[in-house]
């Protein structure tokens, strides 16, 4: 029922219309609508919500690789995401993750849209992992002037450009990530510099799949104390996913809500990092959330039947009197 207050101003339902008053002005909106959720809608959902949570954590990992992401990074992570684990080879629909996903489609993930990393930093590179397990970056030539494009109005002649590699492997069943390393290459002013292969120390867990990252960060030097001032910012902070590699061993699917504790990695425990993902609970919760929409249609299929049946036997008419 909608009334009207003292100041003239409608609050309230009316019919399929809402009215409420927002700084001193009416807003009308309709009601919204209920829909039905089949088991392929809730399967999706369940993805869907699985891919945003895990979106999330990448997002979260990475931070100190691309220090200021665009509005829109969220949106776009999530989408690649889905897309990998639609691309699934393997798992059922709404019980599977991103350690059954086809990772290719993270590459060239870029976290800053305003300043892509390949339109900003024209270098050539690769990665590849040996078969013992070590991560390697191979750089190609690159000449600061002419293959960077900086900010507008910015000099790069007395400026530091530090290219930061990052490694991170995560472990989404067991619900942690592991800093595995970051590499930084500074140079200084206008240069060249021949091409290189930078390799990581730290091997890749079996369990764990892996990304690397590449960014490019730019430095002023202040003379008088010899600081450096980051100068990235929200307009500009290239970043992106420029390698990726799939879990070769993963650990199993929880049965249970996951535990973590550190103490169950020993001499890993400062590298590993909790993650807050909800994509297990998810899975988890799935078949109850399937039996629970078959039970409300199974119910309401039951409840027609006997309708049905109560109007064949005249127990129940619509005649008017």
Not at 52 to 69: G, Q
Not at 112 to 140: Q, R
Not at 181 to 207: A, C, H, M, R, S
Request: with cysteine.
């Amino acid at each position: 029922m909608a009334t009207i207050d003292n100041k003239g101003m409608i609050h309230g339902t009316a019919g399929s219309v809402i009215y409420r008053a927002y700084r001193g002005k009416n807003i009308i909106q309709g009601k919204a609508k209920t829909f039905k959720q089949t088991e392929k809608t809730i399967r999706s959902a369940t993805e869907f919500g699985l891919s945003s949570s895990a979106a999330a954590v990448i997002r979260v990992a990475f931070e100190p690789a691309y220090f200021f992401k665009d509005g829109t990074a969220a949106y776009r992570s999530t989408q690649l995401v889905y897309r990998s684990i639609l691309n699934s080879a393997s798992g059922e629909k709404g019980k599977r993750d991103l350690h059954d996903g086809d990772l290719s489609l993270l590459r060239g993930l870029d976290f800053n849209a305003n300043s892509k990393l390949h339109e900003v930093l024209k270098m050539s590179h690769s990665v590849s992992k040996s078969e013992e397990g070590m991560v390697s970056v191979n750089l190609g030539s690159l000449n600061t002037q002419t293959q960077i494009k900086r900010p507008k109005g910015a000099s790069g002649a007395y400026m530091i450009h530090r290219i930061r590699l990052m490694l991170i492997a995560f472990n989404f069943r067991e619900e942690y990530y592991e800093n595995l390393g970051f590499q930084d290459v500074d140079l200084e002013g206008y240069q060249n510099i021949e091409g290189q292969v930078i390799t990581f120390d730290e091997k890749i867990p079996v369990d764990c799949l892996a990304l690397v990252s590449m960014s490019l960060m730019l430095y002023s030097t202040v003379s008088q104390t010899n600081e450096s001032v980051l100068l990235n910012s929200k307009e500009f902070s290239p970043c992106a996913i420029i390698g990726v590699f799939q879990s070769e061993n993963s650990s199993e699917y929880p049965k249970k809500e996951v535990n973590y504790q550190s103490a169950d990695y020993p001499g890993r425990e400062e590298k590993i990092k909790e993650m807050f993902y909800k994509g297990n609970l998810l899975m988890l919760g799935l078949d109850n959330r399937i039996v629970k929409q078959a039970w409300e249609i199974g119910k309401k299929i039951s409840l027609n039947e006997t309708v049905r049946h109560a109007i064949q036997k005249g127990r129940i008419s619509f005649k008017q009197k």
